[in-house]
């Protein structure tokens, strides 16, 4: 998908802008944050787009300096993730000098919330005292927590639905209501969690991933526009926004029909190791 993607906008000179809801808008002459160097390695792309160094504030007289690259790292529309690595684990890092770049004290690789649809991280490095001009290689993983199973949950009448629940991989869904604002309908949902930080963790990853699609009655989704969330004791609520415009090739669609929600129930951590040569030094 990104080998040809990247072939593709460089032929054409237009480059992805943003990637929303499994779409992506593209704008002419303008890379954005692909205006790097470009690693394709299976459902992932990972983009060197910055290297910058920066001395502590607090203790502006040590020679110690961080060396950081900024990686962004963005996965395939198919792919779904929840977490992803702050920081890169880093195996290799010299520059043209032959000095050794890898850092002192390692941050950790461990995945965090974000995404789903992409990550900007950091490989942290050590900055030498007689540096070279460029990083000739560095060569580290990043770690992602991705969604490989779900479960379809359709709600018809949805106009008239008045708190519907289900249990999905032993989760409890309930859906509160539907109600029309102006031009704007809000859909209430209701996650319950165990007490534990971790269970809390696991809701907010299926909500995080939420692939809710509001259908009129010939089967026309309305744009998903917006989610609100407010965290209580035991429970995540959520509001999604959809509003009722056109989108190519579909009219404008008619009032709410169905509801289909796409609910995770499974995830795997993945590595997706990565490598780039010559980076310029500042």
């Known amino acids: 998908f990104w080998s040809v993607l990247t072939e593709a906008c460089t032929k054409t000179t237009a480059f992805p802008h943003t990637i929303a809801n499994k779409s992506i808008a593209f704008t002419l002459n303008g890379r954005a944050w692909m205006d790097g160097q470009c690693h394709v390695n299976g459902p992932f792309l990972l983009v060197a787009n910055q290297v910058y160094h920066a001395i502590k504030v607090a203790r502006p007289e040590e020679a110690q300096q961080e060396l950081k690259v900024a990686i962004m790292a963005v996965p395939e529309l198919t792919l779904r993730c929840v977490r992803g690595s702050r920081f890169a684990k880093i195996e290799e890092a010299t520059d043209d000098k032959g000095h050794s770049l890898l850092p002192k004290q390692p941050l950790s690789d461990a995945p965090v919330p974000g995404g789903p649809l992409g990550w900007s991280s950091e490989a942290v490095l050590q900055m030498p005292a007689e540096a070279g001009t460029k990083i000739t290689r560095l060569k580290g993983a990043l770690r992602f927590l991705a969604q490989t199973q779900s479960q379809i949950w359709e709600v018809p009448s949805i106009a008239e639905a008045?708190?519907?629940?289900?249990?999905?991989?032993?989760?409890?869904?309930?859906?509160?209501?539907?109600?029309?604002?102006?031009?704007?309908?809000?859909?209430?949902?209701?996650?319950?969690?165990?007490?534990?930080?971790?269970?809390?963790?696991?809701?907010?990853?299926?909500?995080?991933?939420?692939?809710?699609?509001?259908?009129?009655?010939?089967?026309?989704?309305?744009?998903?526009?917006?989610?609100?969330?407010?965290?209580?004791?035991?429970?995540?609520?959520?509001?999604?926004q959809f509003v009722r415009a056109a989108e190519v090739p579909n009219p404008i669609p008619g009032e709410p029909a169905k509801l289909v929600w796409q609910v995770p129930s499974a995830f795997k951590e993945i590595t997706i190791p990565f490598e780039f040569t010559d980076l310029p030094l500042p």
């Open 162 to 240: 008045q708190n519907i629940t289900t249990t999905i991989a032993g989760r409890s869904l309930l859906i509160q209501n539907l109600t029309k604002k102006d031009n704007v309908y809000e859909l209430r949902v209701i996650a319950a969690h165990k007490d534990s930080q971790s269970d809390e963790e696991a809701t907010q990853q299926i909500l995080h991933l939420a692939d809710l699609t509001l259908l009129d009655d010939k089967g026309r989704p309305l744009l998903n526009r917006a989610a609100l969330r407010n965290n209580t004791p035991k429970q995540i609520e959520m509001t999604f």
